[in-house]
C-alpha cells in the first residue's frame, strides 16, 4: 500500500468515536499536494480582496499554491483573475502591483491584451513587419481566466472549474447571512495585516472554528465574551464555526461607536458570528464591522493570513478603525503560538489524529470530515478513471 495513501475512515466516524486527520496531513509533501487539488482547487477558495483592485485597470500579480495569477479590474469595473502567463512562450506578464494604462504588454516579445483578457496585438508574428499571421487566430489565444466570484468583498476563486455555481455551493452560508449582502467598505490601509504562521493552514481553520479554547488563550477577550455565552454553528460540507450573544462595540473617549449597518434584525444588536467557509477563508459579522481572513498556504508548514476589516459606512471614524484593527490583531496574535504548537506536534510519530470533544469540538470536527470526504471522493474518480 502507498504510504502516502492515508486512512481516513476514523475521521469519518461520530464525533465520540472518531480521531482527527493522520499527521501526514500536515507533514508529508505528497498529501499536501493530494490536498492541493481535492480541497482548494475543485472548490471555491479565497485568493484575495475586490479592494486589492479599486480602480479600472488595477491589476495585482498573485501567486496561489504555486500558480502566477493576475487580478485585474477590467473597463467594466469587473474583477477577473487570469493566469499570469503570456499565452505564446508562458513568460510572466506583471510583476509588481500597477495600473493597466491602455494593454497588459508581455515584456518578452510585446504579445498585448486588454484587462478583459482577449490578445489585441501580436507584432511581428509574421515575420518583420507582419503583425498577423494564418497559424496565429488571436481569438483564440486570450488570457486564461479563473473562474472567479465575489461576495463579503472576497475574490474566490475555482480552480479546476469543477465545482457548482458559488450561490449553489455556498447556499446556506448566503442565506443566514443575507442581512450583510449589502455594500461593504474596507477601512483602509490601518485595516489590513498579515500575519506569518509557521504550520499547516489547516490548523488555522481548526482554531477559528471553536471556541473551547477562549479561557486560556484569550483571556481579555474571555472576560466578557465567556464561554458559556458562545453557541456553535455547524453545517455539515458546508462551513462551520461559533457565536456569541454578548457582542461589545468599541467605543471612544466620548462613548461613541461604529455606525450600524442598516437594517439588521435584532438579534445583530449583542450577537456576532464566526465561520470558516470551507476550505480557507474566515470570516466575521458584527452589526458595525466584517472581517475576512483569507489564509494563504505557503508550503506544508507555513501560512500567510491576511486580515480585511469592512465597515459600514465609507467615513467612518480613523482613530476608531485603528483601534479595532489593533484589538483584532492582538487577538488574532494570542492564537499563533498555539496552532505553531500542534504544527510542531504533528511531528510525533505515534499521534494518532487526536480525539474531539463531542460538547466543544463540533466545527472542528465538521471541518476534518469534509477534508476526508473530499479526498475520499477525488480518490474514488482517480480509482474509477483507471
Not at 501567486?63 to 487580478?71: K, Q, R, V
Not at 491576511?306 to 471614524?317: E, L, Q, R, S
Not at 492582538?330 to 504548537?341: P, T
Request: aromatic share 10%; proline share 6%.
Amino acid at each position: 500500500m502507498d504510504p502516502h495513501v492515508t486512512d481516513l475512515s476514523g475521521v469519518r466516524r461520530p464525533i465520540s468515536e472518531a480521531n482527527g486527520l493522520p499527521n501526514p496531513h500536515y507533514i508529508d509533501p505528497v498529501v499536501f499536494e493530494e490536498e492541493k487539488h481535492a480541497l482548494l482547487f475543485d472548490n471555491w477558495s479565497g485568493l484575495a480582496v475586490a479592494s486589492d483592485v479599486p480602480e479600472v485597470g488595477d491589476a495585482v500579480p498573485l501567486t496561489f499554491l504555486g500558480m502566477p495569477l493576475l487580478m485585474v479590474r477590467d473597463r467594466q469595473r469587473q474583477v477577473r483573475v487570469f493566469q499570469n502567463i503570456c499565452r505564446h512562450r508562458g513568460m510572466i506578464l506583471v510583476e509588481e502591483p500597477r495600473k493597466i494604462e491602455g494593454a497588459i504588454r508581455c515584456p518578452y516579445h510585446s504579445w498585448c491584451y486588454s484587462t478583459e483578457g482577449k490578445l489585441v496585438s501580436t507584432p511581428h508574428v509574421g515575420g518583420p513587419g507582419q503583425n498577423t499571421h494564418a497559424g496565429i487566430d488571436r481569438a483564440l489565444l486570450g488570457l486564461v481566466e479563473v473562474r472567479s466570484h465575489i461576495w463579503m468583498d472576497v475574490v474566490w476563486i475555482n480552480v479546476s472549474g469543477n465545482a457548482p455555481d458559488f450561490e449553489v455551493a455556498n447556499a446556506e452560508l448566503l442565506e443566514r447571512w443575507k442581512e450583510y449582502d449589502k455594500p461593504l467598505y474596507h477601512g483602509g490601509a490601518e485595516s489590513r495585516f498579515k500575519l506569518e504562521v509557521n504550520c499547516n493552514w489547516k490548523l488555522a481553520v481548526e482554531n477559528y472554528c471553536e471556541s473551547y479554547h477562549l479561557p486560556w488563550v484569550h483571556p481579555g477577550l474571555n472576560s466578557y465574551s465567556r464561554l458559556e455565552d458562545h453557541y456553535h454553528i455547524e453545517h455539515p460540507g458546508l462551513f462551520s464555526g461559533q457565536g456569541t450573544l454578548v457582542y461589545r462595540q468599541l467605543r471612544d473617549h466620548e462613548d461613541q461607536t461604529l455606525p450600524d449597518f442598516d437594517g439588521l434584525s435584532d438579534k445583530w444588536d449583542t450577537a456576532a458570528e464566526y465561520v470558516t467557509a470551507f476550505p480557507n477563508v474566515l470570516l466575521g459579522v458584527h452589526r458595525d464591522h466584517t472581517f475576512a481572513i483569507i489564509l494563504e498556504p505557503q508550503g506544508l508548514e507555513r501560512t500567510l493570513e491576511h486580515v480585511h476589516i469592512y465597515y459600514a459606512k465609507p467615513d467612518t471614524d480613523e482613530t476608531m478603525r485603528s483601534k479595532n484593527a489593533q484589538l483584532w490583531k492582538s487577538v488574532f496574535v494570542e492564537d499563533v503560538f498555539v496552532v505553531e504548537g500542534m504544527q510542531r506536534g504533528r511531528h510525533a510519530v505515534s499521534f494518532d489524529g487526536g480525539r474531539f470533544s463531542p460538547a466543544m469540538d463540533g466545527p472542528t470536527h465538521l471541518f476534518h470530515d469534509w477534508v476526508a470526504g473530499r479526498i475520499d471522493a477525488r480518490r474514488g474518480s482517480a480509482r474509477a478513471a483507471e
